[in-house]
C-alpha cells in the first residue's frame, strides 16, 4: 500500500531559528513530491515540486530534498519568521495521476 | 491567469438534501482533481476527470456521490441525499497534463460543507 507519513504531527519553534519538516513514504517507484502549505480555513499553496529525477529544490528560504531509495523528503526552511505557521503538507505522486498526501505537520513560529 | 477557481466557498446543507460543488480549472488545463479533507485528517483522492471522461473514481464512494466535467463549463461534484459524515472541505485541483509529465496539480481554496 502507498502511504505517506509526516512526523511530528506539531512543531513549535521560537522566531529566528532553522528548522526541518520530515515526509516519508513506503513507495520508492514515484513521479514526484510535492510540499504545499495551507493556512486555517484555506485552501493550498504549492511550494515546491521535485522530480523524481532529481535531489532538490529551493525557493526562497525554502529548501527541499528527495531520497527515493530511502523514501524520504524534508523541507528546510531557514531563519524562520511567525508567517511561516501553517500546515504543511507533503503529497506524491506514485505515477497513478492522484496525489497521496501525508497528515501534515502544523508549524507554529513563536515572535 | 485566474487560478483554480471553486464555488461556493462554503454551502450548508440539510440531511437528505443535494449538494453541488463546482471547480473551474486553470486556463488551458485540461485535467481535474477532486480531493476530500474531514476534518482533523488528511486530503484524499476521490476522483481524476479529463474533458468528458471520468478517467480514475476509485477514491469516490460508490453511492451518493458523482462527477463530471462536460466539453463546455466547470467540473461538478454532486452529492445526493447528503449525511452528516459528507461535512468536510473538498478540494479542487487542475492540471495540464498528466503528473508523470511532473506539471503541478494547483489547488482551489476548496468549498467547506457543513451538514446540518
Known amino acids: 500500500k502507498q502511504e505517506v507519513t509526516q512526523i511530528p504531527a506539531a512543531l513549535s519553534v521560537p522566531e529566528g531559528e532553522n528548522l526541518v519538516l520530515n515526509c516519508s513514504f513506503t513507495?520508492?517507484?514515484?513521479?514526484?513530491l510535492q510540499w504545499f502549505r495551507q493556512d486555517p480555513g484555506k485552501g493550498l499553496t504549492s511550494l515546491l515540486l521535485?522530480?523524481?529525477?532529481?535531489r532538490e529544490q529551493t525557493s526562497g528560504r525554502l529548501n527541499a530534498s528527495l531520497d527515493k531509495s530511502s523514501g524520504r523528503s524534508t523541507l528546510y526552511i531557514a531563519a524562520s519568521q511567525p508567517g511561516d505557521s501553517a500546515t504543511y503538507l507533503c503529497?506524491?505522486?506514485?505515477?497513478?495521476?492522484?496525489?497521496?498526501f501525508g497528515t501534515g505537520t502544523r508549524l507554529t513560529i513563536i515572535p | 491567469n485566474a487560478g483554480v477557481m471553486q464555488n461556493p466557498r462554503h454551502l450548508v446543507r440539510r440531511r437528505g438534501q443535494e449538494a453541488r460543488l463546482r471547480c473551474s480549472p486553470m486556463?488551458?488545463?485540461?485535467?481535474v482533481y477532486w480531493y476530500r479533507q474531514l476534518p482533523e485528517e488528511g486530503l484524499k483522492f476521490m476522483v481524476y476527470?479529463?474533458?468528458?471522461?471520468?478517467?480514475?473514481e476509485s477514491g469516490m464512494p460508490k453511492e451518493r456521490f458523482s462527477a463530471e466535467f462536460p466539453k463546455e463549463g466547470p467540473s461538478i461534484l454532486r452529492i445526493q441525499q447528503v449525511v452528516r459524515g459528507d461535512s468536510a472541505a473538498y478540494f479542487c485541483?487542475?492540471?495540464?497534463?498528466?503528473?508523470?509529465?511532473?506539471?503541478?496539480?494547483?489547488f482551489g481554496d476548496g468549498t467547506r460543507l457543513s451538514i446540518l
Open positions: 476527470l479529463q474533458k468528458e471522461n471520468i478517467i480514475d
Open positions: 521535485i522530480q523524481s529525477s532529481q
Open positions: 486556463k488551458g488545463h485540461s485535467h
Open positions: 503529497a506524491v505522486l506514485f505515477g497513478n495521476e492522484k496525489l497521496t
Open positions: 513507495d520508492s517507484a514515484i513521479y514526484n
Open positions: 485541483a487542475s492540471s495540464p497534463s498528466t503528473g508523470n509529465n511532473n506539471q503541478p496539480q494547483h
